[in-house]
């Protein structure tokens, strides 16, 4: 299973980004998914996360301004940023609870983070 992020780059304050992050292998169904940010010389922090029905939760710095979605029938989750701010700035990295078709197991899988860059 892989998961991989695209997306990312540079934006003005106030613009928009849209990231994506898809799911492929042997992949029976996924449930959680979400992203998580890292600026540099600070910890991880959650952004958003969305369950299989598309209940969402997002962080206080983000609400209003960040909306996560996913396509199950593509495996695929969404992000989309608008209002972005200098201090969303960060590396922004998918995850996803899976259920492997084989060898089968609940496993917790990560994509490589995909940069978002807010010029100011």
């Known amino acids: 299973v892989q998961l991989q992020a695209s997306g990312g780059g540079l934006a003005q304050a106030g613009g928009s980004l849209r990231l994506s992050c898809q799911a492929s292998g042997s992949i029976f169904i996924i449930n959680d998914m979400g992203w998580y940010r890292q600026a540099p010389g600070k910890q991880r922090e959650l952004v958003a996360t969305?369950?299989?029905?598309?209940?969402?939760n997002y962080a206080h710095s983000v609400q209003g301004r960040f909306t996560i979605s996913r396509d199950n029938a593509k495996n695929t989750l969404y992000l989309q940023m608008t209002s972005l701010k200098p201090e969303d700035t960060a590396q922004y990295s998918c995850y996803a609870e899976i259920i492997r078709t084989s060898p089968g197991g609940k496993v917790d899988y990560w994509g490589r983070g995909t940069l978002v860059t807010v010029s100011s």
């Open positions: 969305i369950t299989r029905r598309g209940n969402t």
